[in-house]
């Protein structure tokens, strides 16, 4: 399984090159910042191979979440968490012959203040502890050493991957 995760700050201005750079590269993609909004329909952003996209719109000017599943693969949205509406995060149920896996992907914008990103993304990782693979991409705007990021992946039992 291949998932790719990029900051497209804009996604209507760059759709046609990432057509082509997706391929069969990946089997998911994540995209932050995707600058949308409900003016955007979804079969503006179809895929060759992949399912309509799961989408998280804010507006044209800033945050906004897409996430690109092969069509092979069954997935649903997950909504049972209960997040205020500056919390942008989706969370997908990803179904692999016997086993379920959650994927976060999610936005945190630099403006907002680390600790209500995590707190609010710890609540709604709650909501979904039964899962025991957990995979969260996306644009933290937090490194690996620094407190937030650090301590959110030690009370979630979760491992950073990135370096």
Known sequence: MIIGNLNINSLSAKFNGLKTYIGDNLDILVLTETKLDNTFLNNQFSIHGFSIPYRLDRNRHGGGIMIYVREDIRSKLLIKHNTPNDFESLFIEISFRKS????????????????????????????????????????????????????????????????
């Open 100 to 163: 379920k896996w959650l994927l976060c992907g999610t936005y945190h914008p630099p403006s907002q203040s680390d600790q209500y990103f995590f707190d609010n993304f710890a609540k709604a990782l709650d909501v979904y502890s039964f899962y025991e693979k957990i995979i969260v991409t996306g644009d933290l705007n937090a490194q690996e050493g620094e407190d937030p990021l650090d301590n959110f992946c030690l009370q979630n039992g979760l491992t950073n991957i990135v370096k």
